[in-house]
């Protein structure tokens, strides 16, 4: 079960592969991403915005995520 802010596929950090699902739900595809998890701007919602900053914590740009 995903518990890292960001991590839908529960590895433990937050990686590209993690963008990539994020972007996936913003998207409307099936994805194991909960608001909880992916929705990393607490906008009440999963959007494009949570993708890239998940992206952007994943190259180490900082992001500041804040799940729900």
């Given at each position: 079960t995903p518990t890292v802010c960001g991590d839908p596929n529960a590895s433990g950090t937050v990686t590209v592969t993690d963008g990539v699902e994020v972007?996936?739900?913003?998207?409307?595809?099936?994805?194991?991403c909960t608001p909880?998890?992916?929705?990393?701007?607490?906008?009440?919602?999963?959007?494009?915005?949570?993708?890239?900053?998940?992206?952007?914590?994943a190259a180490g740009l900082g992001s500041g995520l804040a799940c729900p």
């Open positions: 972007l996936s739900a913003a998207a409307g595809l099936s994805t194991g909880a998890v992916c929705d990393v701007d607490g906008s009440g919602t999963v959007s494009v915005t949570d993708g890239v900053l998940v992206l952007r914590e």
